[in-house]
């Protein structure tokens, strides 16, 4: 019987090429915790446990705290059975679900490995390649801001995430300028805008209004409403021509469901660094069944969290919206695995199959 033999966790701080601003807050660090799971036989995995405004709860410290108190609850049991005890796991500790997550990566891993199976070909090896956007944070400053187009278009990336404030003429600014750079720079571009819950019912008609006004083509809006405002998103959602995507809503299956129940969204970001992997499969089933969009995300990750998001939106090629940029905002090598990086692609190469 193959056993998890132990289980080692290590602190990972990495600056961020540019300050990650969204109208939830600012940073200009990555910070997370590697979780590497080992086997009786050898075989290992990996996962990451990021640090995010999303979930203000998981810092460092409670990370490390939490993952303390429960690896030794898993040490000598079969591999084969980790997913019931990370579901347990949820059921018990509400407020780690990333925690958890970067967890379940790292246990999946080592269980598919047992299978001889690799991670592209769980979920299906349907695409070798997709394509990502990249994010320009909240930036207000003009030389930042150009710095980080200038990047971001040097970079060979067509397809632009804004984060936006909520404050709406300052909002209505940084997208009329960017537009301006872009069209400037760029035959053809797509923009998507990500409230992050910063927005109310009222001040995102009004922002949607001026955004129909200036002629802004967007392309999806993630996230406007406070994550429990369903009132508000049910009334957005009839009102909005601009697809709206949930992100922070939705964390898991039950709220999935919950969403769809209420119609209340165009489509939902699934992140594994949120959600792991099989609620993040729970997620896009439902999803799915009600003919929503799906969008692939990520949190402020190194490329041990962001793979598991390329394997998985190459390997079941069915996202519509590709966002899996944490890697650009890192220095990086333009390789990791067999995955290789071209901006904006990423290539799953099949040499090493
Ligand atoms: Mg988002």
Wanted: aromatic share 10%; proline share 3%; charged share 25%.
């Amino acid at each position: 019987m193959t056993l998890i033999k132990d289980i080692s966790i290590k602190e990972v701080i990495r600056p961020l090429m540019v300050l990650f601003s969204t109208s939830l807050g600012k940073k200009n660090l990555l910070k997370s915790i590697i979780v590497k799971v080992r086997l009786n036989n050898g075989l290992e995995g990996t996962g990451e446990c990021p640090t995010s405004f999303v979930s203000r709860f998981e810092d460092l410290e409670s990370i490390k705290g939490f993952l303390k108190k429960i690896l030794p609850g898993l040490i000598n049991t079969p591999i084969d059975i980790y997913n019931e005890k990370i579901g347990l796991l949820r059921k018990d500790y509400r407020d780690f679900p990333m925690t958890i997550s970067g967890l379940e990566v790292a246990l999946f891993r080592a269980y598919l490995k047992t299978l001889n199976k690799n991670e592209h070909q769980f979920w299906g090896s349907k695409t070798n390649e997709i394509e990502t956007d990249i994010t320009i944070p909240f930036i207000t400053e003009k030389e930042p801001l150009d710095r980080w187009l200038r990047y971001s278009v040097k970079k060979g990336f067509k397809i632009f995430k804004i984060k936006v404030s909520g404050h709406i003429e300052e909002d209505i600014k940084l997208l009329s300028y960017i537009y301006g750079f872009l069209s400037n720079s760029l035959g053809a571009f797509h923009i998507r805008l990500d409230g992050n819950q910063g927005f109310t019912a009222h001040s995102l008609m009004r922002f949607l209004e001026k955004i129909e006004r200036k002629g802004f083509d967007i392309q999806l809006f993630e996230q406007p409403l406070l994550k429990n405002d369903y009132k508000g998103m049910e009334a957005v959602k009839k009102n909005s021509r601009i697809p709206i995507i949930l992100d922070e809503t939705v964390f898991n299956g039950d709220d999935m469901t919950r969403v769809t129940s209420y119609g209340l969204c165009d489509g939902v970001n699934i992140k594994v660094a949120k959600s792991g992997v099989s609620e993040s499969l729970n997620i896009t089933n439902t999803a799915r069944k009600h003919g929503l969009k799906l969008m692939v995300g990520c949190m402020t990750e190194t490329m041990v969290g962001l793979s598991t998001g390329i394997y998985m939106a190459s390997g079941n090629g069915v996202f519509d919206f590709v966002d899996l940029d944490s890697v650009f905002y890192l220095h990086h090598k333009n390789i990791y695995d067999d995955i290789l990086l071209k901006p904006p692609f990423f290539v799953i190469s099949t040499d090493k199959k």
